[in-house]
């Protein structure tokens, strides 16, 4: 079992910027694979924000894409959210998520952070 532990959110104009952080709990031997955030606005479905991969590569979301930066510390088990220039659509409530387990099947969410950006 992966317990993950966020940090970071908040609240900003818009053209600001936030950075999250997500952390497995202190302890965990396990080994991370794909590590991601998506983010959630009521009565839409959960979205994909950002993936990278152990190695380091990236995906990005097409309406976050030269915005957001998405970056991990294997050592640490961390994955980092950098979001630059923020628009009121980026407001949602953001989770991270982390697969491990044999082929990264077993899946951790953390238990969101809220993202409120005003225009």
């Known amino acids: 079992q992966v317990q993950l532990v966020e940090s970071g959110g908040g609240s900003v104009q818009a053209g600001g910027s936030l950075r999250l952080s997500c952390a497995a709990a202190p302890g965990t031997m396990i080994s991370l694979k794909d590590m991601s955030w998506h983010r959630e606005v009521p009565g839409k479905e959960r979205e994909l924000v950002a993936l990278?991969?152990?190695?380091?590569?990236?995906t990005y979301a097409d309406s976050v894409k030269g915005r957001f930066t998405i970056s991990r510390d294997n050592a640490k088990k961390m994955v980092t959210l950098q979001m630059n220039s923020l628009e009121s659509g980026d407001t949602a409530r953001y989770y991270c998520?982390?697969?491990?387990?044999?082929?990264?099947?077993?899946?951790?969410w953390g238990p969101g952070s809220q993202v409120t950006v005003s225009s």
């Open positions: 990278i991969t152990t190695s380091g590569t990236t």
């Open positions: 998520n982390a697969r491990y387990g044999a082929g990264g099947i077993l899946s951790a």
